[in-house]
């Protein structure tokens, strides 16, 4: 089984509507990131969430929320999509430091999202 | 991201070795990575470096770390056609945050 899965896989909408991605983790994992990759661009941090009840601003949170609604799930809304949201979403967990493990993130497949 | 600079594209020949360079402005990094993105998939962690290594070995990966002049590199030795795919430095910044960068393109020419 992955590690981090991430609902759909490809999504094509319009202008104005409001979309939800889902992605969840069976590493047991505090921390829980939403990244954003476009060509040429590399990888920009949306949100990220180091528990339930924590959520933090990445570099480009405008246009998009995001929910924690357990340590295992953690959403990324689009409340009315734009073209320019046009981008492949990654969800990706983090180990703490703390744990005496080495520190790596764990990526989903990623989302290929289309607005039209 | 702007604060990591990567080269967009590299070319080899299938059996040569392949250097992908990196360097970054913020000195405070305690984690330095490398990720493999193969065409259509996610990212892969390969390796990683602490800050207060200068070399690391896995295989046929060798990451080079110059603190002084704020570089990080990636030496695939023996490059495989499956090697070929975009390659990210990333750097985790105060305990929280994974800054990558644009990403190195890596082909490998039979």
């Known amino acids: 089984d992955a590690d981090v899965t991430q609902t759909p896989r490809n999504r094509i909408t319009k202008t104005g509507k409001r979309i939800m991605l889902e992605c969840s983790q069976t590493?047991?994992?505090?921390?829980m990131y939403w990244y954003r990759q476009d060509p040429g661009l590399g990888l920009r941090l949306i949100y990220y969430?180091?528990?339930?009840?924590?959520?933090n601003k990445g570099e480009i949170s405008d246009g998009y929320s995001v929910s924690r609604q357990a340590q295992a799930k953690f959403s990324l809304s689009l409340e009315s999509a734009i073209p320019n949201q046009t981008a492949l979403y990654f969800c990706?967990?983090?180990?703490?430091?703390?744990?005496?493990?080495?520190?790596?993130?764990?990526f989903g497949p990623g989302t290929r999202l289309l607005v039209l | 991201g702007e604060d990591v600079e990567q080269s967009l594209f590299l070319s080899v020949r299938e059996g040569d070795s392949s250097v992908i360079n990196c360097t970054y402005t913020d000195s405070s990094s305690t984690y330095l990575y490398w990720y493999k993105q193969e065409p259509g998939a996610g990212l892969q962690l390969l390796t990683y470096?602490?800050?207060?290594?200068d070399m690391k070995q896995d295989q046929r990966l060798t990451v080079l770390l110059n603190k002084k002049d704020k570089h990080l590199s990636l030496r695939i030795a023996d490059t495989q056609t499956g090697d070929s795919a975009i390659y990210f430095c990333?750097?985790?910044?105060?305990?929280?945050?994974?800054?990558f960068g644009i990403g190195t393109k890596l082909q490998v020419i039979p």
């Open positions: 990706a967990t983090i180990l703490p430091l703390n744990r005496g493990h080495r520190e790596t993130q764990y």
């Open positions: 990333a750097f985790l910044r105060g305990y929280q945050k994974v800054t």
């Open positions: 470096i602490f800050s207060n290594m």
């Open positions: 590493k047991g994992h505090d921390r």
């Open positions: 969430s180091f528990d339930v009840k924590d959520i």
